[in-house]
């Protein structure tokens, strides 16, 4: 064989108890599970052996909420999440991504997600459909792929870009037509599902008939719909319910991203959630949902506007912010009214923490509130937050602390609960999530507190994802699979990313294989691109 692991503590995947066994692996697969004490002759060898005592063994991680959607292309090392165990991430989330598109549509997309992903200067954008993206991360680097494997969801928000623009109005009968068109091509490609950003322009102008034709074509190719929903604030229980009733008329698969209950008015109310969607799930809904393990959110300073602000693009958001009358509007919603951006609840400004700018003479906002650095030029926070949009052209990300920790730990615990970081990699000061995630599960939530045994975490970060996903070969640990694999010390695995220091990579992971190839050897990034685009293999229902 290629690569014995000898003596590993197995942690496969199913939530059941961990076992001790060689793993041998050839072509990329497991080729065999020996497990202790077993009488079948000798055991498996190979060319090279690894030495895994005290180490345990378990699936790649699967990030099911990642925002590396250009990251991929331009960093070959990508440690933020190979360091972690990550070996698949799914990109394409909130409803706003690269593919598809036309020349207009990509400039404009472009401009709304700086804050997300760069600007996207250093990309050669040579695709313009879902194909031909997951084709670029195959041939990326000189035809060597990527560092981590990917799937992609098709971005509503960009769809209705492309179909629509930027107005709040109804789609048209031949926009919808169009739109419809757009994501059954991209299923056809290898998408595994459609996202959202329903509090996101202009993904949020769409009303839930035409959410439900779209969904309808998602799920002929057995896909799932993943919707960032209306609001994780003053209307969170109604925008969940509103995602379970709409995903059930469509017929269509549910995955609820970064499902939390935030802000004041939700402080305990993770217990509603979940009775909400245990009630569904007995009604025979098929749902899951990811979270990350942390409190604070973190988003565009851009997205906290009112829907209304944001009509026509990010060029009309600026004129608007640049109009006193129009400014001092926006500055009513967001203060007195609520905006639908900050989820129906007045904005607090010492909870928004900026984490990033695009313009460096800026950099002196990073890390401290709006309210701080207001205090510290002696004017509103308002003013603060109007000037550094124009001047950072919208740029700006935040950290939003607004979360509550007894709702993370309720809502992780579920059956249906799976982890993704939503880890945005841009900015000076990134939320520690993109960094540290998965060992944080692991370490503070399953080692310190108990909140998950090892296995049942495990679990949690494996075969459920996998099994959301369809792949018919992933998310276990078990002869024929892919030998995606990840080798941890429960004793010492934990986050190395804080809030002061996000970018520090996690301890207490020595070795990541992507199909049998080591991309963290001795806890070290090697030079290995494994990774390749994860294509959906679903034909449309009832065809052959």
């Not at 020996?34 to 060898?45: F, M, S």
């Not at 950003?197 to 202009?202: A, E, I, Q």
């Not at 604070?296 to 009509?311: K, Q």
């Not at 960094?435 to 692991?442: D, I, N, S």
Request: charged residues 25%; aromatic residues 6%; negative net charge.
């Amino acid at each position: 064989m290629d690569l014995v692991i000898r003596d590993a503590t197995v942690i496969d995947g199913t939530g059941t108890p961990s076992y001790r066994a060689d793993i041998g692996i050839t072509g990329g697969r497991i080729a065999e599970i020996r497990k202790k004490g077993e009488g079948r002759g000798p055991r498996p060898t190979a060319r090279r052996t690894l030495d895994a005592d005290g180490l345990a063994l378990s699936p790649g991680f699967v990030d099911m909420h990642a925002h590396s959607d250009l990251a991929l292309l331009r960093d070959p090392d990508h440690s933020a999440k190979a360091a972690q165990g990550v070996t698949l991430e799914v990109l394409g989330q909130d409803g706003l991504s690269y593919a598809p598109v036309d020349t207009r549509t990509l400039a404009e997309v472009r401009k709304a997600i700086t804050g997300w992903n760069g600007d996207g200067g250093d990309i050669d954008f040579d695709w313009r459909t879902v194909g031909e993206y997951l084709d670029r991360l195959d041939r990326n680097f000189g035809g060597e792929g990527i560092a981590v494997n990917a799937a992609y969801l098709i971005p509503q928000g960009t769809v209705r870009m492309y179909a629509v623009g930027w107005d709040d109005r109804p789609a048209t009968d031949a926009e919808l037509a169009r739109m419809k068109e757009l994501v059954a091509q991209g299923m056809a490609d290898g998408a595994v599902g459609m996202s959202s950003g329903l509090t996101y322009t202009p993904g949020m102008y769409a009303d839930d008939a035409e959410l439900t034709e779209l969904c309808r074509v998602v799920a002929r190719y057995d896909g799932y719909y993943c919707p960032h929903h209306r609001s994780y604030g003053a209307g969170a229980l109604g925008a969940y319910e509103e995602m379970v009733q709409l995903t059930r008329n469509a017929g269509c698969a549910l995955h609820l991203a970064h499902a939390t209950m935030n802000f004041g008015v939700n402080k305990g109310k993770a217990p509603d959630l979940l009775a909400l969607l245990d009630d569904a799930l007995a009604a025979g809904a098929d749902i899951s949902l990811d979270t990350y393990p942390y409190t604070p959110g973190c988003t565009t300073l851009v997205a906290m506007l009112p829907s209304w602000a944001s009509e026509g693009g990010p060029e009309a958001v600026l004129a608007r912010l640049a109009d006193d009358a129009t400014a001092e509007t926006v500055r009513h919603h967001l203060e007195v009214l609520g905006s639908d951006g900050c989820h129906g609840v007045p904005i607090e400004w010492d909870t928004i923490e900026i984490s990033g700018v695009s313009v460096p003479a800026l950099a002196d906002h990073v890390g401290r509130t709006v309210a701080e650095s207001a205090r510290l030029r002696g004017e509103a926070p308002w003013v603060t937050a109007r000037r550094l949009l124009l001047d950072d052209r919208l740029g700006s990300t935040i950290l939003q602390h607004v979360g509550h920790e007894e709702n993370v730990r309720q809502i992780m615990r579920h059956r249906v609960h799976t982890g993704g970081s939503d880890g945005i990699l841009q900015g000076d000061k990134p939320h520690p999530r993109a960094y540290g995630t998965f060992p944080h599960y692991l370490g503070r939530y399953v080692r310190e507190l108990g909140i998950l045994s090892l296995e049942e975490c495990v679990a949690h970060l494996t075969s459920r994802p996998a099994a959301r996903l369809r792949l018919p070969d992933r998310g276990h640990v078990r002869e024929g699979y892919r030998a995606d694999l990840v080798l941890f010390d429960p004793a010492t695995v934990a986050a190395g990313s804080t809030f002061e220091t996000p970018r520090t990579l996690p301890v207490g992971i020595p070795h990541v294989l992507i199909d049998g190839r080591f991309v963290i050897e001795d806890g070290r990034r090697t030079s290995v691109l494994a990774g390749r685009a994860v294509r959906s293999s679903r034909s449309v229902r009832g065809s052959r």
